[in-house]
Structure formats: C-alpha cells, structure tokens
C-alpha cells in the first residue's frame, strides 16, 4: 500500500521545478515566459556635421540606443535600406539632397516608409515643421533645444513610455 500524501501535495517529477503560482495558473519553469529586455532600438543618425554625429552616438547610446550613422543623403538612404531602422533622427540643412528631400524618399520606399523621421534643425522657424511634416516627417525639433528632448522625442515616436536606459 502506498503512503498516504497530504491533500493538495504534488509529488515533484525530476527536472521539471516546483509549481510556482501567477495569477490564477500554474506554471512551471519550463512553461513560464522569460523576461527578457526589448531589443535596443535603431537610431539612423544624418548630419553631414561628424561632431554632432559623435554627440548623437554618445548621448543615445546612454539612454539605450544603438546608433548608425550618415554624413550625407544618399549615404543614407543606402544605409536605411541595409539597416532598416526603428528611427530617423534627421538635420534639415545638409549638402546635396536635404532633410526634406530624405524624408520624401524614405515615405515612397515601401520597405521604409512607416519608419519614423524626426527632423532637427537650426532654424527658427515654424514653417519648417510645416514643409517637414509635408515631406513626411514625424516630427520636427529644434537642435539647440534641451537635448533630453531628443530622447523623449524618440522614446515617444517609438511608443516607449520612457526612457529605455532606465528599464
């Protein structure tokens, strides 16, 4: 005759953990999900400024970002092609094809088109968010302003409620 077990006591099985409770399921750890961290979000970077390109890398990647970079338009669209990024960070004035004309290509390209552009610029001028969001930008942002911004900008196009260095 086999000893009697307390009522509710599960005899372990070799290998497979103790029942742990989440919410109202059992799950085991060969059946529970890991909590893994979100990928690193890619941030293509254009400016034909390599200092400003330096601080992009620096600075995005201390709030959780990978960073690639461009120095000019049709490096660029090359690039967001091969790399297929989560992001556009974009300067407006640079030397051959503009902010403008990137974010036109990059709308047209089926394979990019849903990536989100922010343009940054030096202007001080409202017109220039209005041409950028014609062109197709997602948003458009000042380069002198508090650079945190550009981070909450991106976190925000991304649909990240925060900073993603802080989780």
């Known amino acids: 005759m086999a000893p009697a077990r307390a009522r509710g006591h599960r005899r372990r099985r070799p290998g497979r953990g103790t029942p742990e409770r989440e919410g109202d399921r059992r799950v085991t750890p060969s059946t529970a999900q890991p909590r893994i961290p979100p990928p690193r979000a890619l941030v293509l970077c254009i400016d034909d400024d390599p200092l400003v390109l330096r601080f992009y ?3 995005l990647a201390g709030h959780g970002y990978q960073t690639v970079t461009a120095t000019d338009g049709l490096l660029a669209i090359q690039i967001a092609q ?3 990024p989560d992001v556009i960070l974009l300067d407006v004035m640079l030397r051959g094809l503009s902010g403008y004309d990137i974010c036109r290509i990059v709308r047209a390209d089926p394979t990019l088109g849903d990536i989100p552009i922010i343009l940054v610029t030096v202007w ?5 968010a209005t041409i950028g969001r014609a062109a197709g930008a997602t948003r458009t942002l000042h380069k002198t302003a508090d650079v ?4 909450h900008a991106i976190n925000e196009v ?3 409620p925060g900073d993603p260095a802080a989780g």
């Open 57 to 59: 890398e620096g600075f």
């Open 82 to 84: 091969q790399a297929c």
């Open 124 to 128: 001080d001028d409202p017109g220039v």
């Open 148 to 151: 945190q911004r550009i981070a």
């Open 158 to 160: 991304l649909g990240f």
